[in-house]
């Protein structure tokens, strides 16, 4: 689902095009017939399960779905070209950092009469997901599925540490010494000549795998990397959201984690910048470049499929508040020049209703929105071998959550965030004053018209 970088590709598309031509026009879809549903989506390994949906959907109601899949950033660049030309697909899959500039330029369809005639119920949606789409009283999308983030790691790595896997269950973390997370991630990581980072002797320049992996680019949510510490530890993006005005980029909560985050990768317990960078995520793991990393439940068969390492998840460590996660989901949007919105609308009320859901749910790819649906998932996961509880126990109380930060000009602020945070990570900037000088350009950039 690509979330951490979410605010770099879209978004940035858009802005550089602008929309100008996306006012809507009397044109077409690109369905190949009155009967048909177009319907897009960026992920290939959604995509078999969204077919076994469409084909339930055809029975019921006679009508076919189109289902158009391409990566996650021909996507974006070719809904640009779409909706300027009047050709977008009738339903696409939509991303709570990309709607606000598509739904300002009134290229999508209100769903709220539809779901008000129809009556769907928007509370059986996991958490506060269905307010995310609302936008001056008008809505966007139903939630189709969520994400929350956990630790993956390495089991070898962790056996042969001598780390009981049990205790990986129940980690702490504060900004002071870093807990028993802190400790985890310094005994995980091991120089060439086998010294470990918690050992006399040991060369930080010279490691062979880090405890903790780097994921580059994290924008001003840092969803994977840092987000669930600073949040723990007190922080807040917005002064609401979605929709905020004002960033709070100069919290101190925020600069006493990013301090500590600074310290672990100057001592050699995290992946850096420029290693990072140049592996990825994925090949950092399987490479056993990093013993841990955090990262989303969308991945979770990234990880437990893979076939060059062994890996696990454990939940988030808890912080001085306690655990905190982003929740994240997608959602179908029709778009304004639907060639036939009724029909448009009764796919994503499928889309997002209990019998879709069932049929997302068996398949074990991602966690549809509907919290029954959710814990089915779960046990399909589990029915394949793989615990994915660390992922789904923390949505089980609200105070955990944290909701993806919403605001118009995503591009340009995280332009300017990745500046930054990239300068933290690589010791060239002081969170003390990069993070202040930050939020006040930021902010600017909200205030401006």
């Not at 959604?46 to 339930?56: F, N, S, W």
Request: charged residues 25%.
């Amino acid at each position: 689902m690509k979330k951490t970088i979410a605010l770099t590709c879209g978004v940035a598309i858009f802005a550089a095009a602008g929309l100008a031509g996306c006012a809507p026009q009397e044109t077409k879809g690109s369905g190949t017939s009155s009967n048909t549903v177009t319907y897009s989506l960026w992920d290939p390994n959604q995509k078999p399960a969204y077919e076994a949906c469409a084909a339930e959907f055809k029975k019921k109601s006679g009508i076919t779905v189109d289902i158009q899949q391409t990566g996650w950033d021909d996507y974006w660049k070719n809904l640009t070209v779409q909706l300027s030309s009047g050709e977008a697909p009738d339903v696409i899959t939509n991303h709570v950092a990309q709607y606000p500039e598509l739904a300002a330029k009134d290229v999508l369809t209100d769903l709220k009469p539809y779901i008000e005639k129809d009556k769907i119920d928007l509370s059986q949606y996991t958490g506060e997901l269905a307010s995310l789409w609302n936008y001056e009283g008008k809505t966007f999308g139903i939630p189709q599925d969520w994400d929350t983030i956990a630790l993956v790691y390495n089991v070898k790595d962790v056996k042969d540490a001598g780390i009981d896997e049990a205790s990986l269950q129940s980690l702490d973390w504060n900004p002071q010494d870093g807990g028993t997370f802190g400790k985890t991630i310094a005994h995980l990581t091991i120089d060439k000549n086998g010294k470990r980072g918690d050992e006399a002797g040991f060369d930080k320049n010279n490691v062979e795998t880090y405890g903790w992996g780097l994921e580059t680019n994290s924008g001003v949510v840092g969803q994977g990397p840092w987000s669930w510490f600073a949040l723990s530890n007190g922080f807040s993006y917005l002064d609401k959201n979605p929709f905020g005005r004002h960033y709070n980029l100069d919290s101190p909560k925020l600069i006493e984690a990013m301090s500590w985050w600074q310290k672990q990768i100057e001592a050699g317990y995290v992946t850096p910048v420029e290693k990072a960078g140049d592996l990825g995520l994925e090949p950092m793991m399987e490479q056993n470049k990093a013993a841990i990393i955090p990262d989303g439940s969308w991945r979770i068969n990234t990880w437990s499929q893979s076939k060059t390492q062994e890996f696990k998840f454990a939940p988030l460590p808890k912080g001085p508040l306690g655990q905190r996660t982003i929740i994240n989901g997608l959602a179908p949007s029709i778009t304004k020049n639907a060639k036939d919105k009724d029909k448009a609308w009764q796919w994503v009320k499928f889309l997002t209703s209990a019998e879709c859901q069932t049929i997302i749910a068996k398949k074990a790819i991602v966690f549809p929105s509907i919290t029954s649906q959710s814990e089915a998932a779960a046990k399909a996961h589990e029915a394949n071998g793989v615990d994915v509880s660390a992922f789904l126990n923390i949505t089980k109380d609200p105070k955990n959550l944290v909701y993806y930060p919403i605001t118009f000009k995503a591009e340009e602020i995280n332009t300017e965030a990745n500046k930054v945070f990239e300068g933290i990570e690589r010791g060239s900037e002081d969170p003390a004053k990069a993070l202040p000088a930050l939020n006040k350009k930021i902010n600017e950039l909200l205030a401006e018209k």
